[in-house]
């Protein structure tokens, strides 16, 4: 349904009306955000890349052939946008506390920080909020390739067809990095959960 809806406002957009494009902004833009931010140290960057992530789709449109989903287009301009502005400025892509939360306050991690729900402890949101920046960081430790796509599987939900589409990779080379992503966050979480050796979780 969502993809028939973006392929009916990308015709309307290759006909020239650009109230469509605005549509299709605003339905992408936290999204797109929320994927720069897990790229980028400095907050103050992140509307800037995703500003320019839609323009460079709005230019890219009229080729767009409808070959992938137009967010899985749209997620491989952000990428390759958030890379390029990375290497302009000789930063490294890493995250940042306030980068990732200030860029959606959905984050399913960030979610937790401030709820204390009925029949809840403070030690089990303590344990909570421990256990959330825990996988943070872990994820923050990770190469860049790996948190890309961990990123896009378990907080944008792509599938591993539409990851090797965005990351332009075979898709047991996604496979592979999703797998070792997990290991490198489950060995980090062992400690907290108490999980025998050999265990993930």
Do not use: H
């Not at 392929?7 to 299709?24: H, N, P, S, T, Y």
């Not at 070959?67 to 890493?94: G, M």
């Not at 029949?119 to 303590?126: D, M, Q, S």
């Not at 909020?129 to 990123?151: F, H, P, Y």
């Amino acid at each position: 349904m969502s993809a028939d809806a973006d392929a009916l406002l990308i015709e309307r957009v290759k006909r020239g009306d650009q109230k469509a494009f605005e549509l299709l902004v605003i339905k992408y833009q936290r999204k797109i955000e929320r994927l720069i931010a897990r790229m980028v140290r400095d907050t103050d960057l992140i509307q800037d890349i995703a500003q320019e992530t839609f323009i460079r789709a709005y230019r890219a449109l009229p080729q767009f052939r409808g070959e992938s989903a137009f967010y899985t287009w749209l997620y491989r301009i952000a990428v390759n946008t958030a890379k390029k502005t990375l290497v302009e400025l000789k930063r490294d892509p890493l995250v940042t506390e306030s980068a990732r939360f200030s860029a959606d306050d959905e984050d399913e991690t960030s979610r937790v920080e401030n709820e204390l729900s009925d029949g809840e402890t403070p030690e089990a949101v303590l344990a909570s909020k421990e256990i959330a920046a825990t996988v943070n960081a872990a994820i923050e430790a990770l190469s860049d390739d790996l948190r890309q796509a961990i990123t896009l599987r378990e907080i944008e939900g792509l599938s591993y067809e539409e990851i090797a589409d965005v990351m332009n990779c075979p898709i047991g080379t996604v496979r592979s990095r999703i797998f070792r992503a997990r290991e490198a966050i489950a060995e980090r979480l062992r400690p907290l959960l108490d999980t025998p050796d050999g265990k993930r979780w």
